[in-house]
Structures are given as C-alpha cells and as structure tokens.
C-alpha cells in the first residue's frame, strides 16, 4: 500500500511538471529582427562569401482572426523566400567582375531568395539559414507585404 501512495504522489508532480514545460514551449516567442539581438554573441559567423539570414516568420493569425497550428506554421517558415540579414561573411561581395554594381544586400536589409536555397540550421525558437552571396534575388523593404497570407 505504500508503494501504490508514493506511486499516486508523483504523478500529479509529474503532471504538473509536464504543465509548466508545456506553458513555457507555447509561450516561446518565434524570433524576429526585434528579438534575435539577445542572442546575437551566440549565431555562427559566416565564412568566406556567406550571408547569415533570418527567414521571415509568417504570422500566427489570419487576417480573418484564425489561428493557425503548429504544423502550417513550420511549413510556412521552412519554404519561406523571404530572410533578414544578420551578417554578411567577410568576401562576401567582394568580386568586383561578378558584382560589378556594388552589394546586392547589406546587413539589416530584407531579402528575397529562392525557397529551398541555403543550408538551414535550426535554433531555439527558429531556424537560421546561410546563403552564398549570389544567391540573393532582390530586396524588399515590407516582408509581410509579399508574403501569401493564408
């Protein structure tokens, strides 16, 4: 009989410790431009003529007030297009015969690239992605105006 009461005791810990982790994963803010400096000491340098790029987080909500789930959102922050730039690698842009114009981007600017490029690297709260420097197709300056809203 002890054994069952010891038994009964941890199980409402159990839960309630399963609660609170529960609470604080759901109360995880996705990082952005605004939040990410936090961590900043902590994002890989990019190498050679690389660019560190944040991609785009799609918003929770549509623009009718449903919420969207967890699983639409993943796939709308894996194929997004659309990235901040963190860092710029120290040759990136740096050939003058290939840009022959200047940068393509800087850092701080928002940029359109192809859906899959880049190699991903996931963190908390998101995923990073690092880009060769000619893989940029353009800039926008208002991400969420060329993202499709569900």
Known sequence: MTEQSSISQEIPTHKNALEEKYQSIKTKEPLGPD????????????????????????????????????????RGRITTNVGYVLKLGPLAY??????????WCKEKDWVIFARYAGSRLPIEGGELR?????????????????????
Not at 94 to 103: A, I, L, N, V
Not at 132 to 149: A, H, M, R, Y
């Open 35 to 74: 939040n990410i400096k936090s961590a900043s000491e902590d994002l890989p340098e990019p190498s050679g003529w690389r660019i560190l790029i944040l991609p785009f987080t799609p918003p929770e909500r549509t623009k009718g007030g449903l919420i969207l789930s967890q699983d639409t959102l993943d």
């Open 130 to 150: 690092i880009l060769n420097d000619d893989e940029v197709l353009g800039t926008v300056k208002d991400p969420s105006s060329i993202i499709t809203q569900y």
């Open 94 to 103: 740096q050939d003058e015969e290939k840009f022959k114009t200047g940068p």
